[in-house]
Nanobody, 121 residues
């Protein structure tokens, strides 16, 4: 499959919503999962949410109840719907492919370039 490409970032006010997209050519045919990560300026990268090729989702405690991850297999795209955004959500958001060989043919650990999310108070 191809390299992930993120989109949908931007600048919003606290309490607002934003939907990020991670498009991976061949995601569905190669049975890839996707993880979302974020890195704020001066901080380490942290895991945000993941979804497996079978649709099982997981969230970090910091976003649970506010963010929803989903997959549109027809578009080879994983979405991260972000609601009730807070200034502390400000970060560069990146997605990464995941694989569980030999069960899937996906090439894991492929990173996108990232999309910036800025939340103002």
């Amino acid at each position: 499959q191809g390299q992930p490409v993120e989109s949908g970032g931007g600048s919003v006010q606290a309490g607002g919503s934003l939907r990020l997209s991670c498009t991976v050519p061949g995601l569905t045919s190669n049975q890839c999962g996707v993880g979302w990560y974020r890195q704020a300026a001066g901080n380490q990268r942290e895991w945000v949410s993941s979804i497996t090729s079978t649709g099982r989702a997981a969230y970090s405690d910091s976003v649970l109840g506010r963010f929803i991850i989903s997959t549109d297999k027809n578009k080879d795209t994983v979405y991260l719907q972000m609601g009730s955004l807070k200034p502390e959500d400000t970060a560069m958001y990146s997605c990464k492919t995941t694989s569980s060989p030999p069960f899937t043919p996906c090439t894991g650990d492929l990173w996108g370039q990232g999309t910036q999310v800025t939340v103002s108070a």
